[in-house]
């Protein structure tokens, strides 16, 4: 492909052209929220330190984070712009992604400018329901269907192909220069009633005249990107070579292969493809959200400040406990999820995990022992190794305890692992020789880690470890499901019986199952124990295993995103919101306050605190009714439960022989 | 032996107790495989409706009627309790679980839970935070049987509630093998479908079944009220998860077994108290820390485990092959 600039990044024609309109504006206007809102002063943090008010950071290594956050975010936006211009197939109007983009993108920035991160979220959590709800019932009044994918499954040849990156350039360039041009408006405002630096001013100008070029440039990236996930067809002027086999004829073959298979099934291959109706979706674009999501939580202790002002170490505390929420979810999404086996009493091996680190890392164990306390300095370090030790005793306990559970089914196994869920605590609460009782046990160790301040008030190093532990246990999920055992979970899941006369060992795969659970709690309860430099027999309850229970069924059981939005959105909800709640009415300014007197009124003694179960039971119940399967639902579950509407005729074919290079693909199980 | 003896009573009302809630969680479940997690909440309202009607009718901790006086009241709290329970049942199922028929396992289970911890904080805001006190209507009198100084003493309220549940049970087991309605049920129990085509309105009889259920539950909560003296918002969770227990114990699903399993936690939770102290001196080290009273939670999870190891589908439960 020519390497010039073509005329047509800058004039482009007419289908282009609507494309951009369609693209620029459905970016362009969150993209300017969050510069406003923060992006721009973070940036100009960066470029004059000097004019910085508030908290924000000015040291130099703050800068230099700050500043790869911001390169990272608008690098990221620029060229999916690009990627979704050139992946976009046009067939779908434009209001309708404006309105996708409005509720899906802006409406989560502006309750979280106004309401915080966890709140913000966690409205959206409600907003986005209730939009799918509204969007459902207008398409059904208005007769809508939506286009069939496997219509616009094209091969593209050379030539379409290089439109495909004449689009994907054209959307990164134009992109750039929309960006740039309403900026540098917006600071020549600025500029003009006196509250911009002339070092500002010229950064802006500077801007100006970059923001176009690196577009363009990203624009190509992005349309390598975009490339390489098209059908390409056979080129006609090599058309005697044998290739068949290897990449420009497989286009064929596959294009071939996903009109035979299912019709939910192609639906999800196609919308990988480009061009799609749906490039928002798209695995593509997925790439870069998770980009832009990576750089967010891995700066987020430094842009804190920029985003939401003062109290950046109280709110970094409270998404440490958000963390090892996500843990023990993903850890009961093992047992739960995708082995099947509903575990009631998942908090015995958080409260197994805890004490483990709890008992050795405080001078519990010594006293017992009538040893000589261990130097505290020495003990700190002691929690690495014990991180991965208290994980293995969970894990040891959990195969022990799964052991009876074997040959139960179903609700009796529920029934046993409460049961365990209620005898492991008490054991905790009575053996006060070990575990200090109903007091629980004091002065834990923080974990040491060469100088980094541990504390309270200090909790970024917690912010990092919880991310890295979230991060391992993340991989180890995916990796676990996509293995033979985790297939042969999803297996016993599916059909006990079968699964047997597969072939599999049901003893082994259900005892690695728990094991595999219990040893996520068991890393979340000595992080937990850390944490809180302390133990207390009170944070075991039953009501907790069903707290994280619903965690993993709120978010879509089986489906690793699924129960990471789970367990944040149920944090938020129930520890969260409603705490805040009372805070907001103790104000006497505030509109809560008013709220709260007249319930009182009705109903004496009423915090919001008192009704967090009441809440908590109705989102539950409400969420069940309507979204049975979850909020973001494993595509496998998805086409479970959407099974009657949408199978074609073909049914499930297997189009692919057993042995043949795809079957694998062809067959994977989520 | 007295002891024994003594505690055997104290487990046996308790049991009582345990059974006639347990019969709720082991009806529905029998019916639609779902573990009714809101049921020994509905218990908990049971208390609280029973000391509202009371209340309303002039009772105070200090009066005691007597007489017919006595009777009325008590039958009226009873019923009203019952019926309002019954009411309450109903009203679940149909907002929270009829919709979730067809759903994924798990789903309904959920919902349960929400329901549950939606009543929980209801009654929190109802009767407040503490346990509120039940008048104690009933004369207490206490019978003695055995040699004087080592026996066994029987308080009338544990007859009564013996009585009471003994009453009821022996009902619901005649109105499930010998009435048209119990038929229809036993045929939903065991196929759906088949019943449906059989010309049994399936919803109709799952109505019935949480109406009965709940009612039991109410009239569970009556009879607690007599025998404990006072209630909280919590206690339906803690005695829910006994009588589920129970149910399990017994086999899920079937009705004698559900009895059978209340009675046997009542007694295993009263013996418990009886296994001695271990810190304390002279006990010389045989026990259990603090206590058997302590630990009875964690030994009726234990023998529940033990049973299930040898008995997978509970005491009474058959053992029905898994289908292909």
Redo the contacts between chains.
């Keep these: 492909m020519s390497t010039s600039v073509s005329s047509r990044t800058f004039l482009p024609e007419r289908d282009t052209r609507q494309r951009l309109i369609k693209w620029i504006v459905a970016l362009l206007v969150p993209v300017m929220v969050f510069t406003i809102w923060s992006g721009e002063s973070i940036i100009n943090a960066v470029i004059s330190p000097g004019t910085a008010s508030g908290n924000v950071p000015t040291d130099f290594p703050s800068l230099v984070q700050a500043a790869i956050f911001t390169a990272i975010f608008y690098v990221a936006v620029i060229a999916l712009a690009g990627y979704l211009v050139a992946a976009d197939s046009g067939r779908r109007g434009m209001l309708e992604l404006w309105v996708d983009v409005l509720v899906f993108a802006l409406v989560p920035l502006v309750l979280v400018i106004f309401f915080g991160l966890i709140i913000g979220l966690a409205l959206c959590a409600i907003v986005w329901p209730v939009y799918f709800l509204i969007r459902n019932q207008v398409r059904k009044a208005l007769n809508y269907t939506a286009p069939s994918p496997l219509e616009g499954l094209k091969l593209l040849d050379a030539e379409q192909r290089v439109l495909v990156m004449e689009r994907a350039i054209a959307g990164g360039f134009w992109f750039g220069l929309a960006f740039a041009v309403v900026s540098l408006i917006v600071d020549l405002v600025f500029f003009i009633s006196g509250s911009l630096t002339t070092t500002l001013l010229i950064w802006a100008i500077v801007r100006t005249i970059l923001l176009p070029i690196a577009g363009y440039f990203l624009g190509r990236l992005s349309g390598w990107i975009a490339l390489r996930r098209t059908l390409p067809a056979r080129d006609s002027s090599n058309g005697n070579s044998q290739s068949s086999t290897n990449g420009i004829g497989n286009g064929r073959s596959k294009r071939r292969r996903l009109e035979v298979l299912s019709t939910s099934r192609a639906k999800e291959e196609v919308k990988d493809l480009v061009p799609n109706d749906l490039p928002l979706r798209s695995a593509g674009a997925q790439r870069f959200y998770l980009i832009i999501l990576v750089a967010f939580v891995l700066f987020y202790p430094l842009i804190d400040p920029f985003l939401f002002g003062f109290g950046t170490d109280g709110r970094l505390a409270g998404y440490g406990d958000a963390g090892y929420y996500v843990i023990l979810a993903l850890g009961l999404n093992i047992v739960?999820g995708f082995a099947g086996l509903?575990d009631l009493g998942y908090v015995a091996f958080f409260a197994i995990g805890s004490y483990a680190w709890g008992i050795l890392g405080s001078t519990q164990l010594t006293n017992v022992l009538n040893l000589a306390p261990v130097n505290p300095h020495l003990l700190s370090w002691l929690f690495w190794p014990m991180l991965l030790g208290g994980a293995l005793i969970a894990a040891f306990w959990g195969v022990l305890l799964g052991a009876?559970t074997l040959?139960?089914?179903?609700?009796?196994l529920?029934?046993?692992t409460?049961?365990?869920g209620?005898?492991v605590p008490?054991?905790f609460?009575?053996?006060?020789?070990y575990s200090n009782g109903p007091n629980g046990i004091v002065g834990v160790q923080s974990p040491a880690f060469f100088g980094l301040q541990w504390s309270v008030i200090t909790p970024t190093p917690y912010y990092y470890l919880i991310l890295a532990l979230i991060a391992i246990t993340i991989f180890a999920n995916f990796r676990l499901r996509d293995s033979r055992l985790g297939r042969a979970w999803i297996a016993i899941r599916e059909d006990?019986?079968a699964a047997s006369s597969s072939g599999i060992n049901l003893v082994n795969t259900k005892l690695f199952a728990f094991g595999a659970g219990a040893f996520f709690s068991g890393i979340a309860g000595a992080y937990h124990a850390a944490k809180l430099g302390g133990v207390s027999p009170d944070n075991f309850n039953?009501t907790d295993s069903?707290v994280f229970?619903?965690m993993v069924?709120?978010g879509g059981?089986g489906s690793i995103p699924g129960v990471i939005v789970g367990a944040l959105s149920v944090y938020a909800v129930n520890l969260f919101i409603l705490a805040q709640l009372d805070t907001l009415a103790a104000d006497p300014t505030n509109f809560m306050f008013t709220v709260k007197n007249s319930i009182i009124h009705v109903?004496p003694?009423?915090t919001f605190g008192?009704?967090?179960?009441?809440v908590?039971?109705?989102?539950?119940?409400v969420i069940?009714?309507f979204r049975?399967?979850g909020l973001i639902p494993s595509a496998r579950?998805r086409r479970e439960?959407r099974h009657a509407e949408d199978e074609g005729p073909g049914g499930d074919v297997l189009d692919v022989v057993p042995g043949a290079p795809g079957f694998e693909t062809e067959v994977r199980v989520e | 032996m007295s002891l024994f003896l003594q505690e055997l009573v104290v487990g046996l009302a308790t049991g009582s107790i345990y059974a006639l809630i347990a019969l709720g969680y082991t009806m529905v479940?029998g019916i639609i495989?779902l573990?009714n997690f809101a049921h020994g909440d509905i218990f908990m309202i049971g208390t609280m409706i029973s000391v509202t009607i009371l209340s309303a009718l002039g009772i105070t901790a200090e009066s005691h009627p007597t007489g017919f006086t006595l009777i009325g009241v008590m039958v009226a709290a009873c019923l009203g309790s019952m019926l309002l329970c019954a009411i309450l049942g109903v009203v679940i199922e149909r907002?929270?679980y009829r919709?979730?028929r067809n759903?994924?396992?798990?789903?309904?289970?959920?919902?349960a839970?929400?329901?549950?911890?939606?009543?929980?904080?209801?009654g929190?805001?109802w009767k407040?935070?503490n346990f509120i006190s039940f008048p104690q209507i009933f004369p207490k009198t206490s019978y003695h049987l055995g040699p004087a100084g080592n026996g066994v003493d029987i308080s009338s309220v544990y007859i009564l509630v013996i009585i009471v549940a003994v009453a009821l049970m022996i009902g619901l087991q005649f109105m499930v093998t010998r009435t048209r309605i119990g038929r229809a049920m036993r045929a939903v129990a065991q196929d759906r479908e088949a019943a449906a085509l059989m010309g049994v309105n399936v919803d109709q009889i799952i109505t019935v079944t949480f109406f009965i259920g709940a009612s039991l539950a109410g009239a569970a909560g009556f009879i607690y009220g007599l025998q404990y003296g006072s209630t909280i918002f919590s206690i339906g969770?803690t005695l829910g998860?006994f009588a589920?227990?129970a149910a399990?114990l017994g086999g899920?699903g079937n009705l004698v077994g559900a009895m059978l399993g209340g009675v046997l936690i009542g007694i295993i939770e009263a013996l418990a108290s009886l296994i001695p102290d271990s810190t304390a001196p002279a006990s010389h080290g045989f026990g259990?820390?603090?206590g058997g009273a302590?630990?009875h939670?964690?030994i009726i999870?234990?023998v529940?485990?033990l049973i299930?190891?040898f008995r997978?589908?509970?005491l009474l439960g058959s053992q029905t092959p898994?289908k292909?």
């Design positions: 739960v509903l009876p040959r139960l089914r179903g609700d009796y529920a029934i046993v409460l049961g365990f209620e005898i008490i054991v609460l009575e053996l006060d020789k006990e019986i039953f069903v229970l619903a069924v709120i059981i109903i003694g009423f008192n009704i967090r179960n009441l908590f039971g109705i989102i539950l119940v069940m009714i049975p399967e579950r439960l | 479940y495989e573990i907002i929270a919709p979730l759903a994924p396992r798990l789903a309904p289970l959920i919902s839970i929400g329901v549950s911890l939606i009543l929980q904080d209801v929190k805001l407040g935070i969770f998860l589920f227990t399990v899920i259990l820390p603090h302590a630990w939670e964690a999870f234990a529940l485990i299930l190891v997978p589908s509970g898994e292909v």
